[in-house]
């Protein structure tokens, strides 16, 4: 099984993609992170009071902190797709299950392999975004780190961006064609769902159920900026948020593996 997974990181780390993934997530990060860091501390003298920003310590910590992971979840999901898409575009997945013929044991690698992966591209999207937006509200005399909510946050914002490179990993299974498997994966994350999100909130009942879409339980996980374009819309707390998209993760990545232990790949 080791080796398994480490074969699983050297087929990752030997591309050029990793570090320019990286490098995005870093940089999308700290953009995100200084705009948002401005955006809640300016001024808000002369606003209505309806119309102003939450000004709670921590819920603006949070905010600011993630406010690039709207952006690097799509690229973890990308990177979930192309690390089973990849295999079968150029017919190496024949090859992995020859020097492996244990398929689940193959794909329990990807599994713990792209969890991983996700956490790390998590801890550079933190010393982006805690690195800038710490700066940006330390200079607009606002607390960096109000309360240890922050922390959880943090925290949990790695786990994250693992789930979210298994539901690309799902994806990229459940649709073979990986041009066609990235397109749909991104378009439905980062467009379909938000909208349906967005149209749930028209009926008395659909902000319950909007409380459920990957994007919304992502919300909820790290109490922070609203990656889901609903508004005020009901949240799940962060533990159930976890378990919502844990179970989305689950879903594809379980459905992806038995496919693919049954498939004939020759």
Do not use: C
């Amino acid at each position: 099984m080791i080796g398994a997974i480490k074969s699983e990181f050297r087929k990752f780390f030997s591309t050029r993609m990793w570090w320019g993934m990286a490098i995005a997530i870093l940089l999308l990060s700290a953009v995100f992170a200084l705009a948002f860091g401005f955006l809640f501390t300016m001024d808000q003298a002369g606003v209505p009071p309806e119309a102003q920003m939450n000004s709670d310590p921590t819920n603006v910590a949070n905010s600011v902190y993630t406010a690039g992971l709207g952006v690097a979840y799509l690229l973890t999901l990308t990177v979930g797709v192309m690390h089973i898409g990849s295999e079968y575009r150029h017919k190496t997945i024949t090859s992995t299950f020859l020097a492996t013929p244990r398929r689940v044991r193959v794909m329990a690698a990807k599994v713990i392999s792209l969890l991983a992966i996700g956490a790390m591209y998590g801890v550079v999207s933190l010393i982006g975004s805690v690195g800038v937006g710490a700066l940006v509200l330390a200079s607009r005399g606002a607390e960096v780190f109000p309360s240890a909510e922050v922390g959880r946050t943090l925290v949990l914002s790695l786990l994250v961006l693992g789930l979210w490179a298994l539901i690309g990993l799902g994806a990229g299974i459940l649709i073979p064609n990986q041009v066609a498997a990235l397109l749909i994966s991104v378009a439905v994350a980062w467009i379909v769902e938000p909208l349906i999100g967005f149209g749930l909130q028209l009926f008395d009942w659909g902000g319950e159920v909007a409380q459920f879409l990957p994007s919304s339980a992502t919300q909820a996980i790290v109490s922070g900026v609203n990656t889901s374009g609903m508004g005020n819309a009901d949240q799940l707390s962060w533990w159930a948020g976890a378990l919502v998209l844990m179970a989305y993760a689950a879903l594809l990545a379980g459905v992806g593996t038995l496919i693919t232990t049954r498939k004939d790949i020759s």
